[in-house]
């Protein structure tokens, strides 16, 4: 999660990029013929929804496995939020904001949506840096 090359960065680092290329009007030129929201979008949803989803049951066997590592649980709600962000945030997650699986063009260049929509992917940055806090406070 904190790994990162001259190409490639994760975790909250590359929650935060993707949270400021859309802030900073990358989008406000592009055409719907050029624009390709897998790559340029939905990709990056994908991996926070799938990571938000996805990782209860294996964190749950972790668990189980392991009872006496208790900060799992407190792992497991950061990545409950994460997928608040994405699909579940009282109309202020991530799909509410038109900025989900189906975001369209349009949505990533207005500016207002797009304040609002780097201010969520900035939370869950936010959550994955208190995930790396706790697994390096840990180990």
């Known amino acids: 999660m904190t790994q990162k090359s001259d190409a490639l960065i994760y975790g909250p680092e590359a929650l935060r990029a993707?949270?400021?290329?859309?802030?900073?009007?990358?989008?406000?030129?592009?055409?719907?013929?050029?624009?390709?929201?897998?790559?340029?979008?939905?990709?990056?949803?994908?991996?926070?929804?799938?990571?938000?989803?996805?990782?209860?049951?294996?964190?749950?066997?972790?668990?189980?496995?392991?009872p006496d590592m208790a900060f799992l649980d407190d792992i497991n709600k950061l990545y409950e939020r994460t997928a608040g962000i994405w699909s579940n945030d009282n109309g202020e997650d991530l799909e509410a904001l038109g900025a989900g699986f189906n975001v369209t063009l349009e949505t990533l260049q207005d500016k207002e949506k797009c304040r609002k929509v780097a201010k969520k992917i900035r939370e869950a940055a936010d959550c994955m840096d208190k995930v790396v806090k706790i697994l390096r406070d840990i180990f």
């Open 18 to 66: 993707w949270a400021d290329t859309i802030e900073s009007g990358w989008f406000e030129n592009e055409t719907s013929d050029n624009f390709d929201s897998w790559g340029m979008h939905t990709n990056f949803v994908c991996v926070l929804a799938t990571n938000g989803s996805c990782i209860h049951n294996f964190l749950w066997r972790a668990k189980i496995l392991n």
